[in-house]
């Protein structure tokens, strides 16, 4: 599977974005995706996971609430629709997926995108 993020960009604090990252190679029907972050002198990050057919989804703390995941297997592409953005929100943010089905755990994930950069002034 090739994943391409895209999406990212320079908001203002409780602005919205919206990242896509479109699939190809693949069945994109079989894997769960998900969203992570990496902020500067961070590790990387568990933010949102998708089932397979889009019926379950899971959040990290810090963005429930705000932060929406959605999949949609006709186009071949998971979204993450963020909103009321905060300064640590800002990181770089990469879409994957994984065989696994249902699975937070990073190394657990078969495939990954380049990475789109969301930037949140205060």
């Known amino acids: 599977v090739q994943l391409q993020a895209s999406g990212g960009g320079l908001v203002q604090d409780g602005d919205s974005l919206r990242l896509s990252c479109a699939a190809s190679?693949?069945?994109?029907?079989?894997?769960?995706m998900g969203w992570f972050r990496q902020a500067p002198g961070k590790e990387r990050e568990f933010v949102a996971l998708?089932?397979?057919?889009?019926?379950?989804?899971s959040y990290a703390d810090s963005v429930k609430g705000r932060f929406t995941i959605s999949k949609d297997n006709a186009k071949n592409t998971v979204y993450l629709q963020m909103n009321n953005l905060k300064p640590e929100d800002t990181a770089v943010y990469y879409c994957?997926?994984?065989?696994?089905?249902?699975?937070?755990?990073?190394?657990?994930?078969?495939?990954w995108g380049q990475g789109t950069q969301v930037t949140v002034s205060s």
């Open positions: 994957a997926a994984t065989i696994m089905g249902w699975t937070t755990t990073m190394h657990e994930y078969n495939y």
């Open positions: 190679g693949r069945t994109f029907s079989n894997y769960a």
């Open positions: 998708i089932s397979r057919s889009g019926g379950s989804t």
